[in-house]
């Protein structure tokens, strides 16, 4: 399962999510659901009545128990990351069913929506590009920059499109393919870049300067025209187009680095950079709506 991990609001009580691109469903932390439920004091009180109520559904021989999936979740109380039961959508109205709650049907209902704004996303991604512009601008980004971003993800999309057609799996192969282009264009793997820039879990585009963004989708562009003509078959036939699209960057990077003197590349942060205004930038908190509103356009 591929998850975007994401904190969700419910009567202003946080439940934490995850969406799972390949069967395009969210799944919930049932402790916290629990937690909302029963009114619990704590998260040890929440997960210890989950903990009760999951042996008496076992012994019930109810097949939910089975059926629930585990996530490495962030953990609300140290911050650290450990496996959590969740269920998706449908598994979660029937643990609601087994918890007496006046909370019961309320919840049914934020569940709905929940997964209705999702649909409606998907279907229409028009609005993840205007969330996209709307957080861009809290998190202190400027104008120029959020255009020159917004145009990348496009070029990021029909890059992945065209890698639909050409029979690759998602996921861990765009991850292979991609790493191969940036590989070709910067001279280092995406995990190098990363740690350039003293980046973890952050996206490495957002942190991006304007010319490496431009470069970056180059890379990509040239890579979707290389495969549209060639049509190539198979992981190792995108490989070598993907190294040779991400290699035209790669050379244009050379060739800008000549006439100025200086690298195109930067260990710089997007809070170092010319194209955010810092304060805003440490004022807001939403990396991950800015990660997962990406991976959902890349997956349109």
């Not at 765009?174 to 973890?200: C, F, H, P, V």
Request: net charge negative; glycine share 4%.
């Amino acid at each position: 399962m591929n998850e975007n991990e994401q904190l969700q609001l419910f009567e202003d009580q946080a439940i934490r999510t995850a969406w799972d691109e390949e069967n395009e469903e969210w799944y919930f932390s049932v402790v916290d659901v629990v937690s909302v439920l029963t009114d619990a004091k704590d998260y040890d009180t929440a997960r210890n009545y989950w903990k009760v109520t999951k042996k008496r559904l076992k012994d019930e021989g109810s097949q939910l128990v089975t059926d629930c999936n585990q996530l490495k979740l962030k953990s609300p109380k140290d911050g650290k990351r450990y496996k959590t039961d969740v269920a998706n959508t449908q598994q979660l109205f029937r643990i609601i069913q087994s918890i007496p709650s006046p909370k019961a049907e309320p919840m049914k209902l934020w569940l709905a929506q929940v997964g209705r704004e999702r649909i409606e996303e998907t279907l229409d991604p028009e609005r993840i590009a205007e969330r996209l512009v709307s957080t861009y601008e809290r998190k202190g980004y400027t104008r120029e920059w959020i255009n020159q971003r917004l145009q990348a993800i496009s070029a990021r999309k029909e890059l992945t499109d065209e890698w639909k057609d050409r029979g690759i799996e998602k996921n861990a192969e765009y991850a292979i393919l991609t790493d191969e282009i940036t590989r070709a264009w910067s001279g280092m793997s995406t995990r190098q870049y990363k740690n350039l820039k003293g980046l973890k879990k952050e996206s490495l585009r957002d942190n991006m300067s304007t010319l490496e963004l431009v470069l970056n989708m180059l890379a990509e562009v040239s890579t979707k025209e290389i495969s549209q003509t060639e049509q190539p078959e198979g992981l190792q036939q995108n490989r070598d187009v993907a190294r040779r699209g991400g290699s035209i960057a790669g050379e244009a990077r050379k060739q800008i680095e000549q006439q100025t003197g200086r690298p195109a590349i930067t260990s710089k942060g997007a809070a170092e950079l010319n194209h955010v205004v810092t304060e805003m930038l440490e004022a807001s908190t939403d990396v991950t709506l800015l990660q997962n509103s990406e991976k959902l356009l890349d997956e349109k």
